[in-house]
Every structure is written in structure tokens, then in C-alpha cells.
């Protein structure tokens, strides 16, 4: 099938002009109306973007969240206080949302390149009576700078990877029976190009598997309750040529019975030592149905979404949101739940597709 990525826009990218530094992002709250981009230089705006969805995926907050402290350095770099203010525009990024662990990921990558600009030559101090200057507030900023543009370039090498690998296993799939047979792949939420810098993780398979032939077409859930199904990956699916039905998330269960459904693809915001995965409200009660209707439950997600620091699903933080989201005139008496995430268990996960490589965490 022949693509066409090309339509596809780049969901984060930086600028440099006259020493300013700009983060422009496709602001995902106006499609599938509009494709418009948000552009700032001001780290609390892009920190907004990041609570308000504009920007979201959890391997895009990850660049966000590196992107959000080199603005905070270009802000503070002229000043007095420039590492502390620094490090507490660091602590405020990294708690925007929760549960992508991603986003500290990003944080984290930024903080390395200010202790390592900063500390430059510490080390020469011991032998040296002359001692060299860590870099200064700017040439930190600097620094930061190319971390970001660097982020943004490995994290569409990364999903090509994590593409190519998931490829190789729905290959296997198309051949199981007599003849190859092109599948009908059912995904939830967005995992797609716009949840990451380009390409996407579960969407990179199904991209680099449509590439060869493997895809018949994608089911996507609509994903309530903000919609990203039917908002963003029914339209980049769309965008890119791919056939795609949308479909209410209560569809499942009957699409799965009728044998419409031949692999469940989706993405991850954490994925525990153990192999749980958190992801997209709605995960877990399809991981449920394709055990039941025993068909293979994929997820896939870059390396920097596993977080060996927490041991299994029950340790992973659930992000609560406004219950306006769910019901937008309050009703009295009535209570609102609405956590954004829940936690597939590992012994449900057929495969863990990263730019590694495969890992089948039941076995
Ligand atoms: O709340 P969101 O839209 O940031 O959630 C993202 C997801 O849960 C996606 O399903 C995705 O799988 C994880 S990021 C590729």
C-alpha cells in the first residue's frame, strides 16, 4: 500500500531566531477541525499545552518536557539564581501530568546536560590550579537547545524501529493461515504520529506494516472521554491513507465475536518492571476480550516508557481528571469518575514491541 506520510505533520519541532528559542506544536484540541500550531516561548504555556492536551502522547510530553526547561533556561539565563530557578521550573514541568513517565524521562535528559554543562571541568580541578568554568547560564541554554532538537530527531528514528519490528511479528501473523492475509487491526486512544515527535508507536507498526501489505484496515475506538479515537487517529490514519472505520469503544466485544479482528495494537504511558502497561482508560477491558476471544494483544512503546523504578502496575500513578471532561453540565447528585489511564497486566500482553526489540513478558 502506498503511503502517504507526507501528510502527516510534525508534531513538535523548535526554532532559534535572533537568540529566542520557540517550541511550535500542532495543537491537538482543534483537530480534526483544523490543523493549527501553537507556538511559545514561554515554558509555563507550553507546561498549559501539556495539561490541556494540546500537546499529548507520552512520548511527546517526553519532548515537551525536555523542550519546557530549555525555554526556562533561555528565561533565566540573563539573571540572578539561574540553577535554582532552573531546578524548580524543572520540578514544576515534570509534574504536569503523572502517569507517562516519559515526561520525566525528558525532564531528567535536560536536567543531565545542565549538571554536566554546569560542572564542566570540576573534574580537572583536582590536578589543576586553574580551574575551567563550568559553561555559563546562556551556553547551558544553548546546550539544552540541541538536547531538544536531538530528542525530536531520535524519537522519529526510535518509532520507525519499534515500526519495522512490529511489522516483522503482524508478518507472521498475515502468514499463519494457508494463504498471506492483510488484517484487520483494532487500536484504542491515539498512539499514533501526533502522540509522538513523528511516526508513532502502535500507528509506526501498523504505518510500516501497511508499507508491505500486511493492514487491511484499523478499527479505531472512539476513546471517550476526549475522544483522541475519533479526533486524531480516525484523521492521521485518514491523512496518511490508510484505511480506518471509526468505532464506539463498546463496539469491541461484537467486532472481536464476529472474527473481525485480528491483533490489537495500542501504546503505552508506563510499562511497569514486570511488563504491566498503563495506558488509555478502556485498555484493559480489550486485553480482556482479545484473551478471551484469543486474539494476540500487543503494545507498543519506546524504551523510555519502561520504568524499572516501579515494580508493577499497582505502583503506577493514575491520572484523575476533570470530571467536566466526562460530563460537562453537572448534574446534582450525581459524582464524576474520570481517571485517565488504567493498567493491562502483564500475563494479558502477547508482545511489547520497542526499538529493542520484542519482549513477551507472560513467558
Ligand atoms: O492522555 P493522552 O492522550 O496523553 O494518552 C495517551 C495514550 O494513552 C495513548 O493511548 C498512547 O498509547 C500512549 S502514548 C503513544
Not at 525532564?107 to 564542566?120: C, D, L, P, W
Not at 537547545?145 to 511479528?169: C, F, K, P, Q
Not at 495506558?279 to 503494545?299: H, Q, S
Request: proline share 5%; aromatic share 6%; hydrophobic share 45%.
Amino acid at each position: 500500500m502506498e503511503l502517504a506520510l507526507n501528510n502527516l505533520p510534525r508534531t513538535i519541532a523548535v526554532e532559534l531566531e535572533g537568540g529566542v528559542p520557540s517550541i511550535v506544536l500542532v495543537d491537538q484540541c482543534r483537530l480534526p477541525g483544523e490543523l493549527v500550531y501553537l507556538r511559545t516561548s514561554d515554558w509555563r504555556e507550553l507546561v498549559d499545552a501539556v495539561k490541556t492536551l494540546a500537546v499529548r502522547g507520552a512520548p511527546a510530553i517526553g519532548v515537551a518536557g525536555a523542550a519546557a526547561v530549555m525555554l526556562a533556561a533561555f528565561e533565566y539565563a540573563d539573571g540572578d539564581g539561574f540553577d535554582r530557578l532552573l531546578a524548580e521550573a524543572a520540578r514544576a514541568i515534570a509534574a504536569a501530568r503523572p502517569t507517562a513517565v516519559n515526561l520525566v524521562w525528558g525532564v531528567n535528559k535536560a536536567r543531565e546536560v545542565v549538571s554536566e554543562a554546569r560542572q564542566a571541568g570540576a573534574s580537572l580541578q583536582a590536578d589543576s590550579n586553574a580551574r575551567q568554568a563550568g559553561a555559563s547560564p546562556r551556553e547551558t541554554a544553548v546546550a539544552l537547545y540541541r538536547l531538544t532538537e536531538d530528542l525530536i530527531a531520535e524519537d522519529e528514528t526510535v518509532n520507525r524501529r519499534i515500526g519495522s519490528h512490529g511489522a516483522a511479528l503482524l508478518r507472521g501473523l498475515a502468514a499463519s493461515g494457508e494463504h498471506v492475509r492483510p488484517l484487520n487491526i483494532l487500536t484504542h486512544c491515539n498512539a499514533g504520529s501526533l502522540a509522538t515527535a513523528f511516526y508513532g508507536t502502535a500507528l509506526g507498526v501498523v504505518y510500516a506494516s501497511a508499507q508491505e501489505g500486511l493492514v487491511n484496515r484499523v478499527y479505531a475506538d472512539e476513546t471517550r472521554p476526549v475522544n483522541q479515537g475519533a479526533r486524531l487517529t480516525v484523521w492521521e490514519l485518514a491523512q496518511a491513507g490508510v484505511p480506518v472505520t471509526l468505532q464506539c469503544d463498546n463496539m469491541a466485544a461484537s467486532l472481536m465475536e464476529k472474527g473481525q479482528v485480528d491483533a490489537v495494537i495500542v501504546g503505552a504511558d508506563r510499562i511497569a518492571a514486570n511488563g504491566d502497561a498503563a495506558n488509555k482508560i478502556g485498555t484493559l477491558g480489550l486485553a480482556v476480550l482479545a484473551n478471551f476471544y484469543g486474539i494476540p494483544f500487543y503494545v507498543a512503546a519506546p524504551m523510555s516508557t519502561i520504568d524499572c523504578s516501579t515494580k508493577s502496575g499497582a505502583d503506577i500513578p493514575i491520572e484523575d481528571r476533570d470530571r467536566a471532561e466526562v460530563l460537562p453540565d453537572p448534574i446534582p447528585g450525581v459524582e464524576v469518575r474520570n481517571p485517565a489511564f488504567d493498567v493491562t497486566p502483564y500475563r494479558l500482553i502477547t508482545a511489547i514491541v520497542t526499538e529493542e526489540g520484542v519482549w513477551e513478558p507472560a513467558r
